[in-house]
Structure formats: C-alpha cells, structure tokens
C-alpha cells in the first residue's frame, strides 16, 4: 500500500440513500452534490477544527472541487472530519488548498480517528466585551454630540478592529473564491457602512454580528456533544487479567480478543463481550433503550457502554475497541450526518441560487432608484447594504442539519439506530408495515408440543433422526426440535449431504438413508400428502401451531408440532402502529393457518403464509406498485430481499449483529417492537420543526426585506434578525433532544 494510503483506514460508505445497493435496495438515486462518491485511489480523513457550518463546507468545496485528482468529498461538520478521495500523491496538494483558506487540517491516522473530536478552545469574552462598549461609546458621542466627528470615527473603527478582523479576512478568502458566504456579505455592508459615513452603525452591526455568531457556534455545540455523549459511554480503561492471575487497568485499545475483563458494581462495561464468571443486573438503556435492567449470567452477552449495577462480573472480550457494538452505532450516527435528507437537499439547492439573486437585487436597490426616479444615492445604498445583512441564508442552511442531527441522536437514546436523514424524514410518509412472524412478534423460541408417528409401528429411530436433522439447521422451529431431544437424551446420528431447503425444511442422509423434515410444502413437493396427513396437519395448524413432517424418499415417518409465544410489547406495537394510521400485514413462512392465528392474537390487519423470501420481496414489490410507502421488519438476514426492497427496512434485535446494523435502515437494538411506532413519532415532530424553521427563516427575511425597500429598517436591525432567526432555528431543532 502507498503511503499516501496509510491515512485511509476505512472508506466511508455511501450515502444511506444508496448504501443497500448490494442487496438489491432500489431506493430512488436522488444526486448528491453534498457529496461525491469515494472512488479515489486513496481515502484520508481530515480533522478541521474551523469547519462548523456549511459556509465552510462550500469553501472547502470550490477550493478541492478545481484539484484534477481528487474523486470525491464527504464532510462531517458535526465531528468536522473531511474525508477527501483522491489519486495517490494529490494530499501534498490538497492540505495547501485548505491551508489557502485560513483552515489548519490536521491527517488522522486509525489511533486518532477512533478518538472524539476536542472541542476547540473556546474564545475568550473580553475582546468582543471590549469591542461593545467602545462601539457603543461611538453611539453615544456620535447621537449626543460629545465630540468630534473624527473621536466618533475612531471609536468605530478601534471596535470594528477589535472584534471584526477575524470576519474581514474570512470574507476576503470568500471573496477571492468567487463565494458570496456570510463573512463576504458582512464584510461589505460593514465598508459600505463606513464609506457613507454611518460609522457608529458600522461599529454596532460588527460586534452584534461576533456576538451571533460566538453565541451560534455554542448552540451547535449541543448538537455536537450530543454524538460525544455516545463516545463517553465506555470507559476508556479497563481492569484485565493477566497471565499470572493478577488484574491490571489497561487502556481499553491495548486490550485483545479474549482477555478476561473484571467489572465491579456501579461501573460502565468498557468492551462488548461474553459472562465466564459472576451474575449481575446489567442496564443496557444506552445501547438498547431498555427501561428495566437485564439480568446477566454466565454465558450471556455484555454490551461496552451499558452499567453493571449489582454483582461483580467477568467477562471473555468478543470485540476490539473500534468493534463493539457502541463503536458500529457511534459511526452509523456519524456517517448518517454526512447524508443529505429531502428537505436539506431542497435548501441546500435553495441557498445556492437565493444568496446571488439577493446581491445582485441590492445592487440593483442602490444603483436604480437614484437613476430612475432621481432618489438619494446615499439613502439607497444604505437600503442595499441592509439588504446584504439580510441576504445571508445561514439561519436556513445551519436548521436542517442541526435538526436532524438532533433527532438522529435522540433516537439513538431510545436504542433506536437511523442510518441517514432520508429515513428520519421519510419515516412519515409510512403507510403499510410488513412484519415478519418468527423473532418478530413472536419471542422467536418455540417449543416442541406434540409428537405423532404417523405409521403402524412406533419407531424411536425416527425420533433420534429427526432431531439429527434438526440439529443441524438454526431455524427456531429446527431448535425445539434438536431441544427436545437433548432434553430427552437422545444420541445424535451423523448427517451426511446436509441440504438446507429455502422456505421448506432440510434434508439429509443417516445410516444411507436419505431423510426430508419441513413443512407442509416439502411434503407437497415431494408429493407424500395424503388425506389424512392432510387433517392431521390441519388440525395442528388451526391451533396457531407450526408442524413439520419427517419423511423419507417413499412415505412421511413422523409429524412434530412446535408452538411459539407472542411479546406482550407486539400487540402494543400494532395497536400503536394503527393509531398512527399504519396498517399492518404479517409476512411468514409458516402455514397460512398459523399465521393466522397468530395474527389474531397480535391484530395485525392482514396475514400471509405458506411465503418464501422471493414471496416476500414480489407481496412488497406488489404493494410499492400501488404507490404505497412500505416497511418491512425482520431479523436483516432471512428477510434481506423484503428488507432492500422496502422504502424502510428494519432489522430487529440488532444489539450485538454486525450483519443488522449495516444492513438495515433502522436498527432496532432490543427487541421492542414500540419502538417503530416511536420512530414514526419522532420522524413527523423532525419533519414538523424543519417547516417551522424554514417558514420561520424566510418569513422574517421576506418581512425584512420590505421593511427594507420601505426605508424602516437599519443595519444593525437586520443583523438581529439574520442572527437571531439563525439561534432561534438552532435551538428549535435542539429540542427534539429533550424528548
């Protein structure tokens, strides 16, 4: 590997809006300018400790969007990581392409890029303190006429000098790269201010503007340390056995696969891993959203990040540092950042077009009336600088990501793991909800109920094959059955030419004979079904039970029938779903009888049985068709076509799955179904304050802008409203953390 390519430890994905294109997802591919896809030789990441909004992003953006070799940007304001993709050699040009623009970026390597980004030092009061009174001694001198003009010119600019350096030389390198941000237009109205003479004004407009902008920035630092929040979960060290016996504190990133991990009471788990000694009660409510603490016995799964509350535990460790579960949800959350969601893409394109009509109608304000209709030059220019202030879209561009960054991590409080904005927002338009059965509704760990053999001579042979054969598979009905049999003490039999059958059953061959267990289809398809085979299976069905048959090459041998447990929380989950207006269907590959009958418990509106996955998929596909928003639920393996196929795919239990955590669009990291239905919530009261931020943002603009033409607004007026519309859009997003 290049050495350039020592900085690319991991390529981020895709946008979620397509990261399920190797399963097939065929969500609508909608362009991304935000980010253009990593398709470079190499993949770095750069921390930049000044971006924090997307005036940066879009300077960052012109500046390496000229470079011949670089293939793709993705930003991360909210961690304020840059991962440039680009041809080997071309960071030796692109570091100094940032440097260019007053930014100091700094190459992560894997040590530094699993660590929180700092939070940067904050800027001291006392200046802008400083800078506030000598400004408002300009107004006092200047409007009761203490002095000369020349004292209240020097106030001014001692103010603007104090306070306002920083802004002009960022406006400058704006303005130097064609780009019209905050700092440009700000700059401009402030030398404007002061060409005319308005010198105390001028003075006023840049302290209110530093004021707005140190008091944004500590606003977006709650978004922020929202995600930083989730990092401080696990303990950065460790108390780890050692060859001897001994026990050492260890930092969490030395320690390896396998060690034992002592954790006391009251402590945070640090690494996901297995119980080999002790009992506890564990609270897994940062990771799962559990309410009740989860008792945790040898053998049992620990999650880093979660709080041993009553005994002493060890534990074997299952997964490095950058591997646990925790580590997966905290980059989901990050990466999902990185998206662009319908809403934001509609303003992003908004601002780009908005920002140079405004300019070019203030230059428009100052030059024509004067002309046209012989109006004051000074008066109007004045009117067109106020409408420069105005002209800034920061209060519309900064609303949406901070308000879905806001409801990403507020999900993921509540065990609920959104893979990108599009989703979030998207989740409203939810109208019909797929779900499969088995560890769905169900617990997922049904129990072998009845047993019939179906010939004239009781065989205990076939008994001991049919849990040989169950024994092999990890379908739940296989695991009553192999179950069963341990607890029977039942010997197991080789299984030669071991064949699972999708949607069927298996096969097997024991002692040479060639031996089937499935479902009612298999015994179809191998065309064993006879009428009374038919009323047994019935019978059995009719009762909410699942029945599999053992059979051989000539005659079915023997009948088993296991029965599963419906969750308490499932029939919560769908009554919720139907306040809500979601309907509700049950996808399983359980006989229709079952699947029925379970339905009934659960009250789902509509089921389906006898379904393979290809089933599945065409039921969704056949749904989408008639232009319904369909979900599906299942465990992001056995489901995976449904799954991709669906507007929203959510994967259940997903704590502790590598496999559901990437692939789904929701994770669900316990097995709570209320929880979609609380996604569902969430989505609309996201979707709800991004149009009361947008109607709020253009609306005091639109006001402005005619109080401005009609000569009643003043720079300093505008400024209050430009950055105070920013905050108040900023803390309206913020508080879907407090929900």
């Given at each position: 590997m290049s050495r350039c390519c020592d900085h690319s430890h991991q390529q981020p994905p895709a946008h979620p809006e397509h990261a399920h294109d190797h399963t097939g997802h065929n969500h609508e591919a909608v362009p991304q300018p935000a980010d253009a896809a990593l398709t470079g030789a190499c993949n770095t990441r750069i921390r930049i400790e000044q971006m924090d909004c997307p005036t940066e992003e879009r300077l960052i953006r012109d500046a390496l969007g000229r470079l011949p070799g670089v293939a793709g940007l993705h930003f991360n304001l909210l961690q304020r990581v840059l991962t440039v993709s680009h041809d080997e050699g071309m960071l030796a040009?692109?570091?100094?392409?940032i440097r260019a623009l007053g930014f100091t970026p700094q190459v992560e390597d894997d040590r530094t890029a699993q660590q929180p980004a700092a939070a940067p030092a904050k800027k001291p009061w006392w200046p802008l303190v400083l800078a506030g009174g000598v400004a408002t001694a300009s107004e006092v001198v200047h409007f009761a006429g203490l002095g000369p003009d020349w004292l209240v010119a020097l106030l001014a600019v001692a103010a603007i000098l104090m306070c306002g350096l920083n802004t002009y030389k960022k406006g400058w390198i704006a303005l130097k790269n064609r780009n019209l941000n905050i700092n440009a237009l700000m700059s401009i109205a402030v030398t404007g201010a002061v060409l005319i003479g308005q010198w105390p004004e001028a003075a006023m407009v840049m302290v209110l503007f530093t004021l707005a902008e140190l008091i944004e920035a500590r606003s977006l630092d709650r978004a922020r340390n929202a995600i930083r929040g989730l990092m401080d979960l696990a303990p950065p060290r460790a108390t780890v056995q050692q060859a001897d016996g001994s026990w050492q504190e260890l930092d969490v990133q030395a320690i390896r696969l396998g060690a034992v991990v002592?954790?006391?009471?009251?402590?945070?788990?640090?690494?996901?891993?297995?119980?080999?000694?002790?009992?506890?009660?564990?609270?897994?409510?940062?990771?799962?959203?559990?309410?009740?603490p989860v008792e945790k016995r040898v053998g049992d799964s620990v999650f880093a990040g979660t709080i041993n509350e009553a005994g002493s535990l060890e534990f074997r460790v299952t997964a490095a540092a950058r591997d646990t579960t925790l580590?997966?949800?905290?980059?989901?959350?990050?990466?999902?950042?990185?998206?662009?969601?319908?809403?934001?893409?509609?303003?992003?394109?908004?601002?780009?077009?908005?920002?140079?009509?405004?300019?070019?109608?203030?230059?428009?304000?100052?030059?024509?009336?004067?002309?046209?209709?012989?109006?004051?030059?000074?008066?109007?220019?004045?009117?067109?600088?106020?409408?420069?202030?105005?002209?800034?879209?920061?209060?519309?561009?900064?609303?949406?990501?901070?308000?879905?960054?806001?409801?990403?991590?507020?999900?993921?409080?509540?065990?609920?793991?959104?893979?990108?904005?599009?989703?979030?927002?998207?989740?409203?338009?939810?109208?019909?909800l797929a779900l499969d059965k088995t560890g769905t509704l169900t617990h997922g760990k049904p129990v072998q109920t009845d047993s019939l053999h179906l010939l004239e001579v009781d065989e205990p042979l076939h008994v001991a094959w049919a849990a040989s054969l169950a024994a092999r598979s990890d379908h739940p009905v296989s695991r009553a059955l192999a179950q069963r049999g341990e607890e029977q003490g039942q010997a197991l039999h080789g299984v030669e030419d071991f064949e699972a059958l999708p949607g069927r059953g298996s096969k097997?061959?024991?002692?040479?004979?060639?031996?089937?267990?499935?479902?009612?289809?298999?015994?179809?398809?191998?065309?064993?079904?006879?009428?009374q085979l038919e009323q047994r299976l019935e019978a059995l069905e009719r009762q909410g039970k699942s029945v599999v048959v053992?059979?051989?090459?000539?005659?079915?041998?023997?009948?088993?029938?296991?029965?599963?447990?419906?969750?308490?929380?499932?029939?919560?989950?769908?009554?919720?779903?139907?306040?809500?207006?979601?309907?509700?269907?049950?996808?399983?590959?359980?006989?229709?009888?079952?699947?029925?009958?379970?339905?009934?418990?659960?009250?789902?509106?509509?089921?389906?049985?006898?379904?393979?996955?290809?089933?599945?998929?065409?039921?969704?596909?056949?749904?989408?068709?008639?232009?319904?928003?369909?979900?599906?639920?299942?465990?992001?393996?056995?489901?995976?076509?449904?799954?991709?196929?669906?507007?929203?795919?959510?994967?259940?239990?997903?704590?502790?799955?590598?496999?559901?955590?990437?692939?789904?669009?929701?994770?669900?990291?316990?097995?709570?179904?209320?929880?979609?239905?609380?996604?569902?919530?969430?989505?609309?009261?996201?979707?709800?304050?991004?149009?009361?931020?947008i109607v709020l943002a253009l609306g005091i603009k639109a006001t402005f802008l005619a109080l401005t033409l009609a000569g009643e607004a003043t720079m300093w007026m505008a400024v209050f409203a430009d950055m105070g519309v920013s905050l108040m859009v900023v803390f309206n997003g913020l508080r879907l953390l407090r929900k």
């Open positions: 040009q692109v570091l100094p392409a002592r954790v006391r009471p009251g402590e945070r788990i640090s690494l996901d891993g297995e119980v080999v000694g002790g009992s506890s009660t564990v609270n897994q409510a940062p990771i799962t959203g559990e309410s009740l580590a997966r949800i905290i980059h989901a959350v990050e990466e999902a950042q990185g998206s662009r969601a319908p809403t934001q893409r509609f303003v992003d394109r908004f601002s780009r077009i908005y920002t140079p009509v405004v300019f070019a109608f203030a230059l428009a304000v100052a030059v024509l009336p004067p002309l046209v209709i012989g109006g004051a030059w000074l008066d109007w220019v004045y009117r067109a600088l106020v409408l420069l202030v105005v002209a800034c879209p920061c209060a519309l561009v900064i609303s949406t990501p901070v308000t879905i960054v806001s409801g990403l991590a507020a999900a993921a409080r509540k065990g609920i793991l959104i893979k990108g904005g599009v989703y979030l927002e998207n989740g409203r338009h939810l109208a019909l097997g061959r024991i002692e040479g004979t060639l031996l089937y267990i499935g479902n009612h289809r298999l015994v179809e398809d191998l065309g064993l079904c006879s009428a053992l059979c051989d090459e000539q005659r079915a041998l023997m009948l088993f029938a296991v029965a599963d447990t419906v969750r308490q929380s499932s029939r919560e989950a769908v009554a919720e779903l139907h306040e809500l207006g979601v309907r509700t269907c049950m996808l399983s590959g359980d006989n229709a009888h079952t699947a029925a009958a379970i339905a009934e418990q659960v009250g789902v509106d509509e089921a389906r049985g006898d379904l393979l996955p290809a089933d599945k998929l065409a039921w969704v596909e056949a749904r989408q068709a008639q232009g319904r928003v369909v979900g599906m639920v299942g465990d992001g393996i056995n489901d995976a076509p449904a799954l991709a196929k669906a507007e929203i795919g959510f994967a259940m239990g997903a704590a502790g799955t590598d496999t559901a955590i990437e692939t789904a669009d929701v994770a669900l990291m316990d097995d709570d179904l209320r929880k979609i239905p609380a996604f569902v919530r969430l989505s609309r009261q996201t979707h709800a304050i991004l149009v009361q931020n």
